[in-house]
């Protein structure tokens, strides 16, 4: 067991384009989260599935912001039509249950910065 | 809807030192979890420690230990011998139980911690 990746760990990207980031979750784990992390910040969180039902969106999730989870293991993150305030980086997580004391692993993130 | 407040930007600490880093949280609601996590430079965030509101007794971990005041809504790190490697950022995080919730985790600003030689 590897952990949670994340793909690419780093990604530079001109204004007005499109970013995928790809989440690959710890196996057998069915609860799969987005964050966001600026700097100086705690994580705010996006959204979430449970295999493959994206459950709850936060706000933060513009129409430009889409997640996928398509099989219920790993999962993919577009920004579509990137603006500067995109910049962050975007953590993944992932659990298994949903009982709420069981622990949440983190992937080491995956850095956007838009030009 | 829950926030969690860390009102230390930063905290430094002699190597082989106590330190408490502070936390305070608001909700309503009876049931929950609360954890701290730590984030060194450039690596993942790890899981410290957790407690769950029901659970009177304060949770410990090795050199890790909470001081959970439920009434106060205070939920403070202490970590005792301190060391290198415990410099990092650390946060704190809620986490409701209630029936029906998304169960996602709420967090603080964060916590830096230096440890100094």
């Known amino acids: 067991d590897t952990g949670v990746s994340q793909d690419p760990r780093h990604k530079i990207t001109k204004r007005g384009q499109n970013v995928t980031f790809r989440c690959d979750p710890i196996?057998?784990?069915?609860?799969l989260y987005w964050y966001r992390q600026t700097l100086g910040q705690g994580p705010e969180f996006l959204t979430y599935?449970?295999?493959?039902?994206?459950?709850?969106k936060s706000r933060l999730l513009s129409d430009r912001f889409s997640a996928e989870r398509p099989k219920g293991s790993f999962s993919t993150l577009e920004i579509q039509r990137t603006e500067q305030g995109d910049s962050a980086m975007y953590l993944c997580?992932?659990?298994?249950?949903?009982?709420?004391?069981?622990?949440?692993?983190f992937g080491e993130g995956s850095w956007l910065t838009v030009v | 809807a829950q926030t969690v407040t860390q009102s230390q930007p930063e905290m430094s600490v002699q190597e082989a030192e106590t330190v408490t880093l502070s936390c305070t949280y608001d909700?309503?609601?009876?049931?929950?979890?609360l954890f701290w996590y730590k984030q060194p430079p450039s690596r993942q965030m790890i899981l410290v420690i957790r407690?769950?509101?029901?659970?009177?007794q304060n949770a410990t971990e090795n050199r890790f230990s909470v001081n959970f005041q439920k009434a106060a809504k205070s939920f403070s790190l202490k970590i005792s011998d301190s060391q290198l490697g415990d410099a990092a950022m650390y946060f704190c995080?809620?986490?409701?139980?209630?029936?029906?919730?998304?169960?996602?985790?709420?967090f603080g600003t964060g916590t830096r911690l230096q440890v100094m030689l």
């Open positions: 997580a992932s659990s298994f249950g949903g009982t709420a004391g069981n622990t949440i692993y």
């Open positions: 196996s057998e784990h069915n609860r």
């Open positions: 599935f449970q295999n493959e039902a994206q459950l709850e």
């Open positions: 909700t309503s609601e009876s049931d929950y979890y």
């Open positions: 407690q769950e509101a029901y659970k009177q």
């Open positions: 995080a809620y986490r409701s139980a209630e029936a029906g919730t998304a169960s996602k985790l709420t």
